[in-house]
Structures are given as structure tokens and as C-alpha cells.
């Protein structure tokens, strides 16, 4: 870029821009007020100094002049930009935000990988990528330019983000971050995108999530993209990754504690009519009392838990894997299991407390005189099925977590809802007029232990789980560190 002033009789030109770009025109040199001719040996330590002070995080520029001619007009920088005289270096820093570092750090952690495309000179990029930690200790870094791509095929742009190498894009133009989106898309990556310029908006356009800015963008950037941040801070984004990972963990919990209970509801049914038992366990009434009295609100409060602690720890999970994956389903069926075995179990206890042979449907008969215990043993089948919900509802709250290290009782909605659930059994059980309704009966003391241990079992054999899958990802961590320890090492 160069600037035309008028001084007197005669025209001066000041010219900036990047050393690669400007050296290359100088013809002399302004060494100690004096000038001297310019030599390939001055041009070599004119750029080693360039080079330091880009490997300072710098951004350099050098300012040159030059004498125009008096009857020169046309002032293009074909006839400005030439002949020109060195005067020197100007180096100048934009800091990295302080939240950047810990935000790159947090990325890396949880398996995002960062690729740096900038216009900036190729040693000032890396400086800056290695001070902000998106280049970690001796990795090897392969930077790349603007010109490099140009010669190379999308194969050999593939092979290059294939390798297991830090990759920056310097001296790059807005067509070239286009072309990079284009080649991590082919090779099955999600990739997201942040630009602020006009240029940016094809290559916003083309990622899977164009991130633009808030402050700084333009509109046509801001159209384009999926995503706008307000603050135009690289932190918001991770911290939108850990939100998001959050919402979709919340959702799976939610999965999990109604399809779990919903077993329990069915599996009593099912023990029933193949072994022979001869009496329904449970009530119409008493299964629509489950879904809509004990089962909505608990379900909504696990949808306002916070992410735990570690889900950036995580790597992405693959795009392919569905909400109900295998690991859901397994964790649906252990928790179901335990609950239907309880609930099948508290009706039997009370019924053969009472002197119940297997098979014998009289009971049922409203006029039997061992209907009561009959509507004991329905109340318990429910109260089983509630109990199971709160010791599951709270074992949802974490994946791998255990809820002891984040608080029993930090989801307050959680704690009302499961209250409000043994509220309705409460009243199902001990109000006469509601209890008629219900076909229920009043539970005794002994059955409100056998209901305590029912969920205590459950509540521990699921931080049990969690125990022994946090035990697993630790070893797979430690495997893992070994592996890259002896591949640093080789």
C-alpha cells in the first residue's frame, strides 16, 4: 500500500506491506541516515530479521519511500511501487484474549481439532498458534501458503490434513479457506467455520456450521452463516460445544428414565401371564397415575441438569450414532431389569406374607376376604415402580459421573418432582375415597422398608455401573498416553 505526499517542489511516496512483497522493489537502503545500494546480503538479514519478529508473534510490516518524479501523474503502483529505498520494520502484536488459551486447551481436550487459515505471515501464524496452545510443545507444524495450494491437487491437500501433524494455512486468500472446508468435508469431518469478511461467506456457507461474527462481521457474513457470536470471542464457541453436548446428554437421560420405568410397567404384566400367577398386578388407573402423576415432572427436570463434569474430556461422538445406541439400550435394560424385578417382587412378598397360593385368582373377587391384601399388593406393585423412579431419576442425573461428587440434591426441580411422585402414592394408598378408585389399600411399615431397599439397591448398583465404566475410560486413557508417549519417543 502506498501514500503520495507533496512536500514543496517535489512528490514523496511512503510504502507499506509485507516484506516478501516490498524487498523484492528496494534498490537501496537508509542505513544510519546514509543510503547504500541494496545487496543480496543486506536482503538476507533484512529478512532472518523478519523472521524474528514473526517468531515473536508479530505482525511485520516494512515502510519504504521513494522520490517521484516531478512530472509524474499516473500514480499506480506499477509506476509508485518501484526503486524504492528500505527505511525498516514495524512489528505490532493483537494479543490473544485472555480466556482464548484455556478454550483452545479445552478443545483439543475434548477431540476438536484446530486449523488455523490466515493471511498473516507464516512464522507470525505459527508463533501465535503455538502461544494460544492450538500447537502443543515440539509437534511438527506444516504451514502451508496461499501459493502451496495453488500447485497442489485435492489429493495432495487431503494427504497433508490426513497426516498426523499440526497444519497452518498462511498467506492464504478467502477462495483458499474454501477449498480447505471443501477437503475436510470430503474426508468425513464436521467441520465449523468462522470468518467475519464477505469473502468468508462461501466457505461459511459450504461448512457444516459457518460461525460468524457479531461485532466485527458484515451482513453478508452474518447471512451466510449458522451460527452468529455476539461477543465475537473464540471461548463462546467451545462453551456452545459444551452446552450442546449437555442438551444432547440431557435428552438421553431422559430417554433412559422413561423407557426404564415403562419396563417395569409392562414387565409385571408379562411375569404374570406366563407364570401362571393368576391375578393382575397392576391397575389400569394405577399405570396412567405412574405416566402422568410421577413420571412428567422428574423427566422435564433432568432436561435442566447441567453439564457434569467431564463431558469435554469426551471426543465427539460419531454423526452416525443414533439417540437409542447400544450403550443407551444396555443402560435402559439394566436399570428396567432391577426395577421390574422389584416391582414383580413386592407384590409376591405381600401376597405370600399373607398366606397367597400361587395361582389362586380369588383374591381378586371383591367379595374374597383376602381383597384387601389384594389392593395392598396392587398398591405395592405401584409403589415399587415410584420407588425404582426416584432412585432412577437421580442415578440419570450423571452419565459416568457419581452423583455423590455433584450433589445429591443440586437439581431442585428433580427433588420436587420425585416428591410430589411419593406424594401421589401417599395419597393413593391412605385417602379411603381415592383408594376406592384406585382399587388400592394402605401399606404397612414393613412395606415401606422393603420399597427403601428397593431403591437403595437400585441407586448403588447404578453408581456401581458408573464406577466400573469411569475405571474402564481410565485405563483406555492410560493406553492411550503410553501410546503417544512411545510414538513421541520413536
Known amino acids: 500500500m502506498s501514500v503520495v505526499h507533496a512536500e514543496g517542489d517535489g512528490q514523496k511516496a511512503f510504502v507499506k506491506g509485507a516484506l516478501s512483497e516490498t524487498i523484492g522493489r528496494c534498490t537501496r537502503l537508509c542505513l544510519n541516515g546514509e543510503l547504500v545500494p541494496m545487496t543480496d546480503e543486506l536482503r538476507e538479514r533484512i529478512t532472518a530479521q523478519n523472521d524474528e519478529m514473526s517468531r515473536q508473534a508479530l505482525r511485520v510490516l516494512a515502510v519504504c519511500e521513494r522520490d517521484l518524479p516531478g512530472e509524474l501523474t499516473d500514480f499506480t503502483p506499477d509506476t509508485v511501487e518501484t526503486d524504492l529505498?528500505?527505511?525498516?520494520?514495524?512489528g505490532m502484536i493483537d494479543p490473544p484474549r485472555p480466556e482464548v488459551t484455556e478454550a483452545v486447551e479445552n478443545a483439543l481436550t475434548a477431540?476438536?481439532?484446530?486449523?488455523?487459515?490466515?493471511?498473516?505471515?507464516?512464522?507470525?501464524?505459527?508463533?501465535?498458534?503455538r502461544r494460544i496452545g492450538i500447537v502443543r510443545g515440539d509437534r511438527n507444524v506444516r504451514i502451508i501458503t496461499g501459493t502451496d495450494l495453488e500447485k497442489m491437487t485435492e489429493d495432495d491437500l487431503k494427504a497433508e490434513l490426513d497426516k498426523p501433524q499440526d497444519v497452518i494455512f498462511a498467506r492464504v486468500a478467502p477462495e483458499h479457506k474454501m477449498e480447505v472446508v471443501s477437503a475436510l468435508k470430503d474426508m468425513g469431518q464436521i467441520v465449523a467455520v468462522t470468518g467475519d469478511g464477505v469473502n468468508d461467506a462461501p466457505a461459511l456457507k459450504k461448512a457444516d456450521i459457518g460461525v460468524a461474527m457479531g461485532l466485527s462481521g458484515t451482513d453478508v457474513s452474518r447471512e451466510a452463516a449458522t451460527m452468529i457470536l455476539l461477543d465475537d470471542s473464540f471461548a463462546s464457541i467451545i462453551k456452545a460445544v459444551e452446552q450442546g453436548r449437555g442438551v444432547y446428554a440431557n435428552v438421553k437421560k431422559m430417554v433412559t428414565y422413561i423407557f426404564s420405568h415403562n419396563m417395569a410397567e409392562l414387565f409385571p404384566f408379562v411375569f404374570a401371564a406366563l407364570g401362571g400367577v393368576g391375578l393382575?398386578?397392576?391397575?389400569?388407573?394405577?399405570?396412567?397415575?405412574?405416566?402422568l402423576g410421577s413420571d412428567v415432572l422428574p423427566g422435564l427436570a433432568l432436561g435442566t441438569e447441567q453439564p457434569e463434569p467431564g463431558v469435554m474430556n469426551l471426543p465427539p461422538r460419531p454423526s452416525s450414532e443414533r439417540l437409542m445406541s447400544g450403550a443407551t439400550l444396555r443402560r435402559v435394560v439394566f436399570i428396567g431389569v432391577i426395577q421390574s424385578i422389584f416391582a414383580?417382587?413386592?407384590?409376591?412378598?405381600?401376597?405370600?406374607?399373607?398366606?397367597?397360593?400361587?395361582?389362586?385368582?380369588?383374591?381378586?373377587?371383591?367379595?374374597?376376604?383376602?381383597?384387601?391384601?389384594?389392593?395392598?399388593?396392587?398398591?405395592?406393585?405401584?409403589?415399587a415402580i415410584v420407588a425404582g423412579?426416584?432412585?432412577?431419576?437421580?442415578?440419570?442425573?450423571?452419565?459416568?459421573?457419581?452423583?455423590?461428587?455433584?450433589?445429591?440434591?443440586?437439581?431442585?426441580?428433580?427433588?420436587?418432582?420425585e416428591l410430589i411422585g411419593i406424594g401421589i402414592i401417599l395419597v393413593i394408598s391412605y385417602v379411603p375415597f381415592v383408594a376406592d378408585i384406585f382399587k388400592t389399600g394402605p401399606l404397612t411399615l414393613a412395606d415401606w422398608g422393603f420399597l427403601a431397599i428397593s431403591a437403595v439397591v437400585l441407586f448403588f448398583a447404578e453408581e456401581a455401573r458408573k464406577w466400573l465404566l469411569?475405571?474402564?475410560?481410565?485405563?483406555?486413557?492410560?493406553a492411550a498416553a503410553t501410546a503417544t508417549g512411545r510414538e513421541s519417543a520413536s
Open 344 to 383: 414383580v417382587a413386592g407384590f409376591l412378598y405381600v401376597l405370600l406374607s399373607h398366606g397367597w397360593t400361587w395361582g389362586d385368582a380369588s383374591w381378586m373377587n371383591p367379595g374374597s376376604p383376602h381383597y384387601m391384601i389384594y389392593r395392598e399388593a396392587l398398591t405395592m406393585t405401584q409403589a
Open 280 to 291: 393382575v398386578p397392576l391397575g389400569a388407573l394405577q399405570v396412567l397415575a405412574i405416566d
Open 85 to 90: 529505498t528500505f527505511l525498516g520494520l514495524v
Open 470 to 478: 469411569r475405571r474402564k475410560d481410565a485405563r483406555v486413557a492410560a
Open 389 to 417: 423412579q426416584v432412585a432412577n431419576g437421580f442415578g440419570c442425573r450423571t452419565e459416568r459421573e457419581s452423583l455423590f461428587k455433584i450433589g445429591l440434591f443440586t437439581n431442585r426441580f428433580l427433588v420436587i418432582g
Open 111 to 129: 477431540g476438536i481439532r484446530i486449523i488455523m487459515v490466515t493471511g498473516d505471515y507464516g512464522l507470525t501464524a505459527e508463533a501465535i498458534a
